[in-house]
Nanobody, 122 residues
């Protein structure tokens, strides 16, 4: 029911910033909790941030204070503002959606975007 398309990835130097966007289809977008996950080279996929339909948020400890997740239900879009980027942030970032309830567990998300590459050079 939901299609997700990420954008905004790219190459940035350490200490820089990027803003990722995830555009969603569907008229029920506002009822979905949204999450960002990432997979770095040689590592498994990890939770980054999530936001509920009521704008409750959660963050991985590794990004707390540097990344901010937000959503604009009128535009069917969720964002991930990434500041003070580190080389360890290099990964493919994917957005995901699930009905109603926020979760940090990737297996609980039903819909996934294709991912966007973020590369942070030192």
């Amino acid at each position: 029911q939901v299609q997700l398309v990420e954008s905004g990835g790219g190459l940035v130097q350490a200490g820089g910033s990027l803003r990722l966007s995830c555009a969603a289809s569907g008229r029920t977008f506002s009822t979905y909790a949204m999450g960002w996950f990432r997979q770095a080279p040689g590592k498994g996929r990890e939770f980054v941030a999530a936001i509920s339909r009521n704008d409750n948020t959660g963050y991985a400890d590794s990004v707390k204070g540097r990344f901010t997740i937000s959503r604009d239900n009128a535009k069917n879009t969720v964002y991930l503002q990434m500041n003070s980027l580190k080389p360890d942030d290099t990964a493919v970032y994917c957005c995901a959606a699930r009905p109603w309830v926020i979760s940090i567990h990737e297996y609980e998300y039903e819909y996934w975007g294709q991912g966007t590459q973020v590369t942070v050079s030192s």
